[in-house]
Structures are given as structure tokens and as C-alpha cells.
């Protein structure tokens, strides 16, 4: 096929990824990846299940999961920040109002900083006492959606110590919500501030871990060494075995190879046979994230 132009609409988040892990394909029970779901229904009902990933899918997995296995083995690398979606159906006269409010919405979706509902508060952390900020987050926490991210004090992706304060109100609700401190503290994260990596939108997920066939497992302290043909084993610093699990489903929600994974699928070639692999080696860089230099052609669709 020749054609004057190249559009590609491959997607950023279109390349699952399966972790490299020793055996993986000598498993015999069933295996998934999410990004991957089979057509056909898959039972949980009873059975031994592992979710490896706690990531934005892992977390609505997990809480799925919960609901009906014998056994769920969640295995956990880094935790993430969540909030409750707080999703609840629609009567069909709210569903009348929104609709009639289209206009207004879409408006105030082009002037927020992310173009969502939410708008930025206007004041910092600080300018409030500390029963005003407690009542103020905790009116973004019950609030559906991404309230408590998007529309939070101005300062809170600023100023170290504000995003502090954010951050521990949400590890408190997390706290409040797992009754195992020490799963609690697995559940919180560690290496990042709430709202400076995307926030996962859950249902239950935390009060999972309080059923009695959910266990979490931490990958950092017990990595995985191998799947085998019954489950999986993990080990410990000094490469011991430190756990053999049997299992009669593996999930992997292991997320994507996001942005470049799906254009590096494709042999893609601009002037003098310049592979774009190449070209974006070590990391992508276009034009207003439409087009690459030497690929004059070539018209760039990742949303």
C-alpha cells in the first residue's frame, strides 16, 4: 500500500506486559494478563487465585477477585495512593439533569487545569487551621470521582510539606479502613507523594485485605523467583526459597509497555531508512506529540 501520509492511532496503552519472570509458560492451571481478558467468562468461585500488581487494574481486580475465591495471594511490589470512586447508579431524573447541564460541564472541562469536573481550590494548604483542612479533605474524600486529586489545594503538587499533609490523611483513611497494621503499612506508599503519580479509583479495595482468604504478599522483600507448573516461588535476599504457592489461576496485572510499546511493534522507517525505534532511543521526542523529526510524513494519534 503507498499513500502520501502515515496516521497512526496504535493508542500509548495498547501493549500489555508480561513480567519476565523464570517458567512463566510451564504454568498448567489458567493465566491471564488483564490487558489480555479472555472473551469468554471466567469463574474465580472457589478456586486459588494470585494477582501479581496492585497498579490502577490490579486494584479493581483484586477487589473483584476477593468477592468470590477460596484463596486470593495478592503480590504486591510498590503500593499506590487510592481514593474511593464512590460509584452509585443514576435515577433516570438525575440522568434528565445531567443532560441538561451538558453544556455547562463541558465548558467547565475545558477550563480545568486536566480537563475534568474539578477545579484546583484556589488557596494553599497552610492558609487554613487544621480542623478547616481535616473537614475541607475529608468532603474531597466522599466526594465520587477524582475530587480529592484534581480539585485539592493549589500548593499540594508544590510544596513538599502540603503534599505531606494530603498524604497523610489519605494513609489515615487507610489505616482506618485495614485492621492489620502491618498490612495497613504494606498498603501505604512509601516512595511517593498522594496525587505525583496517577491515583487509582477503587471500591472496597482496602477492606479486601480484612477478609480471611486474602493475603498480601510483597515482592520487595520476597521477589519472584519462578512460576512453575502448580503456582509460583518466591525467595528471599540471599536467594533462598522463601515461599512455595499452588494456584489454580494467575492474573497478571502487570500493566503496559505505555507510549513507545506499541509503535515499537511495528518496523516503522523515515528519510534514509532511519528506524524510529531508533530515533527514540533513549526516550520518545516529537513535535507537540504529533510528529518526529525525519518522519516528515508520518501524523501522530496516542490519545
Same mark, same amino acid.
Given at each position: ?9 496504535? $493508542? ?26 479472555? &472473551? ?11 494477582? =501479581?500488581?496492585?497498579?490502577?487494574? $490490579? ?39 445531567? &443532560? ?32 478547616? #483542612? ?8 466522599? =466526594? ?32 482506618? #479502613? ?43 522483600? +520476597?521477589? =519472584? ?5 502448580? $503456582? ?21 496485572? +502487570? ?15 523515515? =528519510? ?21 523529526? $525525519? ?9
Amino acid at each position: 500500500y503507498r499513500a502520501p501520509f502515515l496516521i497512526t492511532a496504535v $493508542g500509548p496503552l495498547s501493549s500489555p506486559t508480561l513480567p519476565r519472570i523464570e517458567g512463566r509458560d510451564t504454568f498448567k492451571g489458567e493465566a491471564y494478563h488483564t490487558g489480555l481478558w479472555p &472473551k469468554h467468562p471466567v469463574s474465580f468461585e472457589g478456586k486459588r487465585v494470585a494477582v =501479581i500488581g496492585t497498579g490502577a487494574t $490490579g486494584v479493581q481486580t483484586i477487589a473483584e477477585v476477593a468477592k468470590t475465591a477460596g484463596h486470593l495471594t495478592v503480590f504486591q511490589r510498590r503500593p499506590n495512593w487510592c481514593k474511593p470512586l464512590r460509584n452509585a447508579k443514576i435515577a433516570p431524573e438525575e440522568q434528565a439533569a445531567l &443532560k441538561a447541564r451538558y453544556p455547562e460541564i463541558f465548558q467547565r472541562c475545558q477550563e480545568s487545569f486536566a480537563c475534568f469536573i474539578h477545579s484546583t481550590d484556589p488557596r494553599n494548604t497552610f492558609d487554613l487551621s487544621p480542623a478547616e #483542612r481535616e473537614a475541607f479533605l475529608q468532603k474531597l474524600y466522599d =466526594i465520587p470521582g477524582f475530587s480529592l486529586w484534581m480539585g485539592n489545594f493549589k500548593d499540594m503538587m508544590t510544596n513538599r510539606e502540603a503534599n505531606k499533609v494530603i498524604s497523610d490523611f489519605v494513609a489515615s483513611k487507610i489505616r482506618e #479502613r485495614v485492621k492489620d497494621p502491618k498490612v495497613a503499612d504494606m498498603l501505604i506508599p512509601k516512595d511517593h507523594g498522594f496525587g505525583t503519580r496517577r491515583v487509582p479509583m477503587e471500591t472496597r479495595y482496602f477492606e479486601a485485605f480484612n477478609q480471611p482468604n486474602v493475603e498480601l504478599v510483597s515482592i520487595i522483600e +520476597t521477589p =519472584i523467583a519462578r512460576i512453575t507448573p502448580n $503456582g509460583l516461588e518466591t525467595r528471599t535476599a540471599d536467594g533462598k526459597t522463601a515461599r512455595q504457592f499452588e494456584f489454580d489461576m494467575i492474573i497478571y496485572a +502487570t500493566g503496559f509497555d505505555a507510549i513507545t510499546g506499541s509503535f515499537d511493534r511495528i518496523d516503522i522507517r523515515g =528519510i534514509d531508512g532511519q528506524r524510529l525505534k531508533d530515533k527514540w532511543t533513549p526516550a520518545p521526542q516529537t513535535f507537540l506529540g504529533i510528529q518526529v523529526e $525525519g518522519f516528515p510524513n508520518m501524523l501522530m494519534h496516542v490519545g
